[in-house]
């Protein structure tokens, strides 16, 4: 029925599709027929160490019979069911994924497809129930593709798509320490003073803005793509005070940081803050179908109570992914993958550290679980970055290339290294990406200064 031969399948793929993220006529991917655990293969038998959960989705890793044999009887029962039907795939998995958020105290869920439309929703419903428009983020954060999403996305990725993108979002700066415009002649200040001035940054900005105007304040909790930024101790309950104090709406984007990827189930978990909505996507399924949700407060959805939430999705609540997300879940406890995260990330951090110590191209090395970011500069005193601000160098595309070619696939962005394997990995497996990026981190330290 599918039968295509391996080697026609990166021509044809280059002839029909058109490719996201990228100018069509310089794509060059990776041509793959399967995948197993930790590892992929493309159509030339070459193997992969998957560095990256594929997309920072593949929490549970590559070919779990558990959540495929889930989605195969699902399928076969049921496969679809109108947005406005009740179903048992549908009370279980709302009913799973409110028990698992932060004190279970986010008892209503809307499903959706991904993150995106995920965090569309969160802003809709802030909206809707606050009766205000303005949505604050940071400036480092990436929310989606979609129009509102990106619109609340702070990083460049915005930029191209303005001034026809959503209105009313103001963005704020991120406690960034590396990299922290307040301290940059003062680096040795305390955690909790350093948190209280990128409080105080905050505040400052909702009062210019009136806070009668904000709805919400959307943030990942820990940072993805844009440095994995993890916040200071004090400043998530900072933020959680501020929201109370004016009347804001607390959204927590845990597209890429949810499911067990910082070593908590949510990584908002470890400030043991409870949002007033949470976003999640990627890792509720590890992707092996698409969903996502919005995790809200009862009386966030009481307002719904007596006029409609207009807005919708045909495909909400899909049987199939719902049947994957429950499975995927189930899988993680009964591994005790969270748990493994977290044991993991103590393991890559001495890791990490030990690759900061042996090469001068690297500025700084962070992780939280198996959240993980290597920042590679050309001078450690300037912390001059190996690659300009949303772009790209010599050096940071031959270290990509060496990578690929020694089997090590990952994702860089700008200057930086991404580790955001799947949490099955074990420390024999961490070890052997680690060996590869030594040696490609030979080509970064050529540049230092």
Not at 121 to 127: D, G, M, Q, S, T
Not at 262 to 279: C, L, R, S
Not at 283 to 301: D, N, Q
Not at 424 to 440: S, V, Y
Request: overall charge negative.
């Amino acid at each position: 029925m599918f039968d295509l031969p391996d080697n026609e399948i990166l021509p044809l793929s280059k002839e029909h599709v058109f490719w996201t993220w990228s100018a069509q006529a310089k794509v060059s991917p990776i041509a793959i027929k399967k995948a197993k655990g930790v590892y992929f293969w493309d159509v030339n038998d070459k193997k992969y160490l998957d560095f990256n959960s594929m997309t920072m989705c593949v929490n549970i890793g590559h070919g779990d019979e558990r959540v495929i044999k889930a989605m195969q009887e699902q399928a076969a029962e049921l496969p679809y069911a109108a947005p406005g039907m009740a179903t048992k795939i549908r009370a279980l998995a709302s009913k799973l994924v409110a028990e698992i958020t932060p004190h279970g105290a986010l008892t209503k869920v809307l499903f959706t497809l991904g993150g995106a439309d995920a965090n569309e929703n969160a802003i809709k419903i802030a909206r809707g129930y606050t009766r205000r428009h303005k949505i604050l983020s940071r400036y480092r954060s990436y929310h989606g593709a979609t129009a509102g999403a990106m619109a609340a996305t702070g990083d460049p990725r915005r930029v191209a798509w303005e001034p026809n993108s959503m209105t009313g979002v103001v963005h704020f700066l991120d406690p960034y320490r590396y990299r922290s415009t307040f301290h940059r002649t003062n680096p040795d200040i305390s955690e909790a003073e350093f948190a209280r001035d990128y409080l105080n940054h905050l505040e400052e900005i909702i009062l210019y803005e009136g806070p009668d105007s904000i709805a919400g304040i959307l943030m990942e909790s820990v940072t993805g793509t844009n440095g994995i930024i993890i916040p200071p101790q004090g400043y998530m309950q900072g933020v959680r005070a501020l929201c109370d104090k004016y009347g804001i709406v607390m959204i927590a984007d845990e597209v890429m940081s949810g499911f067990g990827r910082t070593g908590k189930m949510f990584a908002i978990e470890h400030w043991d803050v409870v949002p007033d909505i949470m976003t999640m996507a990627k890792g509720l399924t590890s992707a092996y179908a698409p969903l996502g949700a919005v995790a809200m407060k009862p009386e966030i959805a009481a307002a719904f109570d007596e006029h409609a939430f207009e807005s919708g999705l045909t495909y909400t609540s899909h049987p199939i992914s719902l049947a994957a997300a429950i499975a995927n879940i189930e899988a993680m406890k009964q591994d005790k993958m969270v748990e493994h995260s977290a044991s993991m990330g103590l393991v890559l951090r001495k890791m990490l550290t030990d690759l900061g110590e042996a090469h001068p191209s690297i500025g700084e090395v962070r992780n939280i679980g198996l959240f993980g970011i290597i920042e590679l500069v050309r001078d450690r005193k300037t912390k001059e970055p190996m690659a300009p601000w949303n772009g790209s160098s010599p050096e940071m595309a031959a270290f990509k290339k060496y990578c690929t070619d020694h089997g090590l696939f990952l994702y860089t962005h700008w200057h930086t290294v991404l580790i955001i394997p799947p949490l099955i990995i074990t420390e024999e497996e961490l070890k052997e990406g680690m060996d590869i990026l030594d040696k490609a981190l030979e080509i970064t330290d050529k540049a230092v200064k």
